[in-house]
């Protein structure tokens, strides 16, 4: 018995430790086509946990999963914490309304996206293990 629970707290000690081996996204600049053909220059950034993609012009773009397009981000408040979301405005290298209204939203800077970081490395660290049943 005293083998079986402690491979369990040896378990879940691995896995929580485990979100902290986070690795980078790829480096180096790429290109990132749209659903409609449209593309704009990029680098990947942050981690399989937390990551976005950051423009040429150093905005943060992230990606609309009901639309497909990749659109520049806003920080928007969601099931209680703050996340990363898609402002509306998508992301296009020949589109200087589409740079023209990005400029107009509020940027995103380096310190919070460490902060959203950490909050989410948080959440994902919080496992629920299933209660264990003890014999009589």
């Given amino acids: 018995m005293k ?4 491979t369990v707290l040896v378990s879940a000690l691995l896995l929580g430790s485990s979100l902290s081996w986070a690795v980078p996204a790829a ?4 290109t990132f086509t749209q659903p409609d053909g449209s593309t704009f220059r990029g680098q990947l950034r942050g981690d399989e946990f937390f ?6 012009e150093a905005r943060i773009a ?7 397009y990749f659109e520049f981000a806003v920080i928007r408040e969601e099931s209680g914490r703050n996340r990363l979301a898609p402002s509306g405005i ?3 290298s020949p589109n200087p309304q589409g ?3 990005a400029s107009s939203l509020p940027a995103i800077s380096r ?5 959203l970081r950490q909050q ?3 959440a994902r660290r919080q496992v629920k293990l299933p209660p264990v049943k003890r014999s009589p």
Avoid at 3 to 6: K, T, V
Avoid at 51 to 56: F, G, K, L, M, S
């Fill in 62 to 68: 992230v990606k609309n999963r009901t639309s497909g």
């Fill in 27 to 30: 480096p180096g600049v790429r």
């Fill in 3 to 6: 083998n079986w629970m402690g």
């Fill in 120 to 122: 989410e490395v948080a």
């Fill in 51 to 56: 990551n976005w993609v950051e423009t040429q």
């Fill in 90 to 92: 998508r992301v296009a």
């Fill in 99 to 101: 740079r023209q209204a």
């Fill in 111 to 115: 310190e919070q996206l460490s902060r």
